[in-house]
């Protein structure tokens, strides 16, 4: 289960990764938005990243103009790692090193084509684990306030 969310500046990307997960039959559930009318982002990040967070999910993305947005508001969530990724280097890295579970993306940065296949990488790449996972250990030490 993948879980979507974008705003006004996000939607057309949201569209063309549901697109690409219909296609290759993988579950999702969009918490919107449903056209390009202006929304705030931080509600809809906070849904996906709850519902990621809570286990619902297995992974989730978030499209905004930039994608940074959306970034900062589902990393305040405990358990969340949202990556904005603008390439497809960084949209497969940050799998195998962050053990991201959310990739943010910019819908006035890259265009639809991008947007799927940064998605395909992200969903595809595994974590490295190792002195990685000492890494991701140490975040989890900053949010519960030991770092
Ligand atoms: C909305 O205009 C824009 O600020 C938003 O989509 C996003 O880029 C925020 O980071």
Do not use: W
Not at 39 to 45: L, S, T
Not at 55 to 75: D, P, Q, R, V
Not at 87 to 92: F, I, L, S, T, V
């Amino acid at each position: 289960m993948i879980a979507l969310g974008a705003d006004h500046g996000g939607y057309k990307l949201k569209e063309a990764i549901k697109k690409y997960l219909d296609e290759n039959k993988i579950e999702y559930t969009d918490f919107g938005t449903n056209d390009e009318t202006s929304v705030d982002y931080a509600p809809i990040a906070a849904k996906v990243a709850h519902f990621v967070a809570d286990g619902k999910a297995e992974k989730g993305i978030l499209c905004c103009g930039t994608g940074i947005g959306m970034s900062i508001a589902a990393n305040k969530v405990k358990g969340i790692r949202a990556a904005v990724c603008a390439n497809a280097y960084c949209a497969e890295i940050t799998r195998h090193h962050n053990d991201s579970n959310i990739l943010c993306l910019g819908g006035r940065v890259i265009n639809e084509e991008q947007a799927v296949e940064f998605t395909r990488l992200f969903l595809e790449a595994p974590f490295d684990g190792g002195r990685h996972q000492r890494r991701v250990d140490e975040i989890a030490a900053i949010e519960r306030g030991e770092l």
